[in-house]
């Protein structure tokens, strides 16, 4: 496979070059990309035969890549605002009156006080050098507030933590030898499809494909099975498992004695929770979950691909401990085909310590939640809160679209005297009230390295083509401003290259990423066949006494959610709001193929529902609670469950029908584990729109 270098003075050639590459964006694939390159112009990107995992096959979204990539919209010089905020009226400028102002006004900031400077980032690009490396030693050094990355799996992933030891599970190639798969919160065809592709093998080869999902997704359609419950009710399915489990005694008592810990406790826990109780709960039919716990006790093995969407609800830490307790119970974890996997990520030997240089801060700072930025820009300073955010930088987000409880992000963003910087590829809902945009690579252009959170490959890319037009990437950005703030530590030299070396250090064959594109991790088939869990008892931790010291109940359990259905007279329906299959988070909205098939901004809703409100399909309704209004059309369907909405997202705000997105109904209120947000624990009301 031929190289590119990053920068070449050389003619570009008129013969086709292939560049290997990564994906980017968040989705547990990570894969391993291909981009033919003529005369310097990427002309297509497709997937790399060569890489297991991605088989030569990629999504629709990123099949379309080179589309993104030369949008005509795309961002390709610095924009300096010059009308009011939110406006949208911005002038070129130069990088360097840009830089320097930048510099100049944080500056300023700093010397009254650098907590008021917060950076605003999530996983617009989840590769780890232009995410969180040159950017996050320039904000340690700076002194700025932390940014407490919540938005979308610390819910999750602090529930797996305290079972088993972090985010680990089995490898996602044997679930393809799996004769019984439960898809667990996750519509698979659409966010994780390399997956679907190992499901299908397994289900070809006699294996029961079992969804659970409050929505009738496109991966429901072809399961076998299809249990439709209510909105954060998984803990209570999960328990009511365990109980038949136990009453039938299809458990594993070897397995359970030797590696697990707590197990008395979580057994008098379990057997509160008879199917007639979890049924009534859940929504469902008795006699589905007792076939579900049947079939969990005798198809061996059982493996459960748990996914996100179920751990956005108040009790979403202990709904995934809950959930992550069942293969120790059967003893999955012994076979290779069995066990769980949510995310892998934790199995990487990343040196964050490295890339992300802590050392360089000097003195402690204050934690903000990215979800309740809504409220947060609206702080005055106190003793409690610290002084106000006063400058905001915000890279691989788009928070005016993606953060919870919208109407008050704006509100916060439309401060005039709040100084806001945005580095993008396009005018978002965000760009749109930035003071300075600057023009960012896209994932073409630069150098990048990434694990992934549904495999356990590392992957690096290379730049195919030369950044367009005057788009520097994350890391020389935030390398000229330290520049600028006369940050003059040697780590700031650093190159992407040797920022792409120092993520995994010695512990990863780098030279097998520069041949190839891509190498694997050294991990057991069956990762815990014999225990030797990542928790401090070396144990599948049913009881964690980490969290009974902190005050909190040490075994999983159902948490009702804060907004459960029937608990307001006004507002009678509930809402969850999944990404539309076209789009990510807010990324590709504005691609125009994507957009096009998407349509427009629905709201999902039961004919039942629709009957009794005198909504017929296609009409433009109103969906509406205390936090605000979006206006959407009605697509009345039997994937919403009676008593539940969809509202599929996330479309940019200034794309809705009335510059409003599904995040103005969605609450800042966190999850019990995870300090995470709450989007799936909504209830709202619909009506017909008036004109």
């Given amino acids: 496979m031929d190289r590119m270098p990053e920068t070449t003075g050389q003619r570009p050639s008129t013969l086709p070059t292939t560049v290997a590459g990564a994906c980017p964006h968040d989705c547990p694939d990570t894969c391993a990309l291909l981009t033919t390159v003529i005369e310097g112009r990427a002309v297509q990107v497709h997937g790399n035969p060569d890489h297991s995992h991605t088989a030569g096959t990629l999504c629709t979204k990123v099949s379309r890549y080179t ?115 439960l898809i667990w919160g996750s519509n698979s065809i659409g966010s994780n499809l390399h997956f679907w592709r190992l499901a299908q093998q397994a289900k070809r080869d006699g294996a029961k494909l079992v969804c659970i999902d409050p929505r009738r997704t496109e991966t429901a359609d072809k399961c076998h099975e299809h249990l439709q419950l209510l909105p954060g009710t998984d803990a209570a399915l999960a328990l009511s498992l365990m109980h038949e489990l136990i009453v039938h005694d299809w458990l594993d008592h070897d397995y359970i004695a030797r590696h697990t810990l707590g197990w008395p406790a979580l057994r008098e826990r379990a057997l509160q929770w008879p199917p007639e109780r979890a049924a009534a709960v859940c929504g469902l039919p008795v006699e589905q979950i007792r076939q579900l716990a049947r079939d969990y006790g005798s198809l061996s093995p059982a493996a459960i691909r748990l996914n996100y969407g179920m751990q956005r609800v108040r009790g979403g830490g202990n709904a995934t401990r809950a959930v992550a307790c069942l293969p120790a119970l059967v003893g999955a974890w012994r076979q290779a085909g069995g066990g769980l996997l949510m ?20 003195s402690a700072s204050r934690v903000i939640n990215m979800s309740t930025i809504g ?28 953060a919870p409880e919208s109407a008050k992000v704006a509100q916060g963003f439309l401060r005039p005297e709040l100084f806001t910087v945005v580095l993008e590829h396009f005018m978002t809902d965000t760009a749109d009230h930035a003071d300075y945009v600057l023009p960012a690579t896209t994932q073409l252009e630069h150098w990048d390295i990434h694990l992934s959170y549904g495999h356990s490959d590392v992957l690096l890319n290379r730049p195919a083509i030369a950044p367009l037009g005057q788009a520097r990437s994350n890391s020389e950005i935030f390398r ?73 109940d040490g075994l999983p359990d159902h948490l009702p959610n804060a907004e459960a259905p029937g608990s307001s007279e006004r507002y009678r329906l509930a809402m ?116």
């Fill in 67 to 181: 589309e993104r990539t030369y949008h005509p919209e795309r961002v390709l010089q610095p924009l300096k605002r010059s009308g009011a905020k939110g406006s949208g009226q911005f002038a070129p400028a130069s990088w360097d009156e840009a830089l320097d102002d930048i510099a100049g006004r944080l500056a300023a900031i700093a010397a009254r006080d650098p907590q008021a400077i917060l950076p605003y980032s999530y996983a617009g690009t989840m590769g780890m050098v232009q995410g969180e490396s040159m950017a996050a030693r320039f904000f340690k050094q700076l002194g700025a507030s932390e940014l407490d990355r919540t938005i979308c799996a610390s819910a999750g992933a602090e529930g797996l933590t305290h079972t088993l030891g972090g985010k680990v599970g089995m490898k996602v190639e044997h679930f393809a030898s799996s004769r019984l798969i």
């Fill in 343 to 362: 995310s892998s990520s934790g199995h990487y030997p990343v040196q964050h310590a490295a890339l992300q240089r802590p050392d360089l801060r000097r």
């Fill in 375 to 402: 409220d947060d820009l609206l702080r005055p300073a106190s003793a409690d809160f610290g002084p106000r955010i006063e400058a905001l930088i915000v890279y691989n987000s788009n928070p005016l679209a993606v």
């Fill in 480 to 552: 000229q401003l330290a520049q600028r703030m006369g940050f003059d530590d040697p780590c700031y030299a650093d190159d992407d290259l040797t920022l792409c070396k120092a993520a995994f250090g010695a512990q990863v064959d780098f030279e097998a990423l520069l041949s190839q594109g891509f190498t694997s991790l050294n991990i057991p088939d069956a990762p815990f066949a014999e225990g030797g869990f990542p928790t401090p008892s070396g144990k599948c931790e049913f009881f964690s006494q980490r969290l009974a010291d902190r005050g909190l």
């Fill in 576 to 691: 969850i709001s999944p990404p539309a299959r076209n789009f990510l988070n807010s990324t590709f909205v504005n691609v125009t193929s994507l957009r096009d098939i998407e349509t427009e901004p629905v709201l999902e809703i039961h004919s039942q529902d629709a009957d009794a409100r005198q909504i017929v399909d296609g009409a433009t309704v109103r969906v509406y609670n205390d936090r605000g209004s979006y206006h959407c059309k009605a697509r009345v369907s039997d994937r919403a469950r009676p008593g539940l909405v969809v509202g599929l997202g996330i479309w940019w705000r200034k794309m809705g029908l009335r510059g409003t997105n599904v995040n103005e109904l969605t609450s800042q209120r966190l999850t019990d584990l995870g300090r995470a947000p709450t989007f799936y624990d909504c209830l709202v009301e619909v009506e017909l729109a008036r004109p």
